[in-house]
């Protein structure tokens, strides 16, 4: 009676290890789950990073006139009253297109 006893035990434990290392909720999927869960984290850090520079971006675009002012010159090409615009182009290298660069200077018209 008592080696039935320890049989069943026996094959109760092995049934267990079975469903721990390969059924549901394994510990092979608990890793996997881990591992998605670091990346999620990951991610979120780095989309609330550009979250909250958007967010710096138009409070600055609603209270000051100087970003403003800085997204037009880059953006848009502004160039005030008395000032005097300078575009420097450089010699084309072989195999890419040239890239312009512009320059503006206080000065006269």
Not at 49 to 54: G, Y
Request: avoid cysteine.
């Amino acid at each position: 009676m008592l080696r039935w006893i320890a049989l069943l035990l026996l094959l109760l434990l092995v049934g267990l290890q079975l469903k721990l290392w390969f059924g549901s909720g394994s510990m092979q999927e608990v890793d996997s789950l881990r591992v998605a869960v670091n990346k999620q984290t990951g991610d979120n850090a780095r989309l609330q990073k550009r979250n909250q520079a958007l967010a710096a971006d138009v409070h600055d675009l609603k209270h000051g006139d100087q970003a403003v002012e800085a997204r037009a010159r880059t953006e848009l090409g502004l160039i005030k009253p008395g000032e005097v615009f300078y575009q420097v182009v450089e010699p084309a290298r072989t195999g890419s297109a040239p890239a312009p660069t512009a320059t503006v200077a206080p000065g006269s018209p």
